[in-house]
């Protein structure tokens, strides 16, 4: 008998202590966190997730009807740069062993499509936070009842991208001509590392460099994780290439920078390189990254809105560097999904879904307005353009990363856009050197 009470006594305890868990548990929002962890665009990923995360928290969490709820974030190395399975088991356990709410992050397209579709199949909100194929929100377009749970956070798509970047070639270009005071066209080579998300770029560099009055000597395509790219640098500089246009948002953007700076090549990098946007690649590229000028989305003194000053000095300050553009997992928490859980009173996805892809509001890098296609159908794709996301471009100046555009951008007649904060773009001395002999 005495064995029978305490069997009751134990049973009773572990079902309080089942109670009190399930009760503690309902009172979480967890949010996974996917991405290369152990590269600096995972890092970005969970930076910024942390950051939003203590900043809600501190204010007592997030207002879901009359509850109070706290963030618990869940980290997911996805090994996306090596291995699509790798990503896609990281998601599968988010959803199914760890039972969380919503994910954010994911960076490269071929591992993000096949990670979308695990959380399309879940009904898990997911947001993308590093991928920009345009084709991640067609998807929601065309078959909107199984991909309406996919929301692009940060960075506008590929298409989106390349217009950005034709504007930095030729805010670019324009200093080129004016400074060297040269003759005929300015002379452009383009090289994109090659992998799913730049392919695109490719057809549109070679339709619009000629329309901008620019003559494409080349394009060359060297593996995301190329170590030695001195062959593409010298056949570059046989082309009397004024101009390299880089599209990198891997690890070769160190290699090319550093090398092309060893070369002295006399010509200026601008595009897309994702590894010259974090602090440390002064270091890594021992000084040869000068001049090197970048589409990115964070700069130092530049304030996109009055959100981004806060956000990047208190990046800075938790986290002792610059913020990278995955960081907007920020945003994607905080402004994204955290305001639109209190404005609906629910975690149910459908009520969320609903009520975001209709939202326009602030975040510190842009406004998101969420877009439609031709025929009307929700992407939710973000806005690009003057009022919107524009995201910015920065050049390396002796050690320091300078905001250098928007500066007097006119994507239209009548529109002229600044930011607060942007300087005049440097040529390097070589380049200055072997043009005005």
Known sequence: MKRFKGSIIVLAIVFAMSLWTTAFAADVIKIG??????????????NGA??????????????????????????????????????????????????VNFVVGGFRTEAVFAMQDIAMDKKVIFIGCGASHDELCNRVAKYYDQYKYFFRGTPYNSTALVKAAFSHVGSVAAVVKKELALEGPIKVAFVAEKAQWADAMVPAVQAVIPKMGMELVGVWRPS?????????????????????????????????????GELKIPAIQVGINVEASKDGFWEATRGQGNYVVISATYARGVENNELTKPFVEGYIKRFGEMPTYTAGTYESIKQTLADTIEMVGTLDPEVIVAKLENRVYKTPPSTIKYTKDKLGRPTHDIQFGPGYATGVAVQWQDGKVVGVWPNHWQPAPGVDVTYKGVKPIKLPPWMIKAYKK
């Open 33 to 46: 966190v996917i991405g290369p962890m152990k590269f600096v665009q995972g890092k970005g990923h969970w």
């Open 224 to 260: 995301p994780v190329a170590t030695d790219v001195s062959a593409e640098l010298s056949a570059i500089q046989r082309t009397g290439a004024q101009i390299i246009f880089t599209v990198f948002s891997s690890s070769v953007g160190i290699p090319f920078a550093r090398q092309a």
């Open 50 to 99: 942390v950051m939003a995360a203590e900043e809600i928290n501190a204010k007592g969490g997030v207002k879901v009807g009359n509850k109070m709820m706290k963030i618990e974030l869940i980290q997911a190395d996805s090994n996306e740069f090596l291995s699509i399975t790798d990503a896609t088991n990281a998601m599968e356990r988010l959803i199914t062993k760890d039972k």
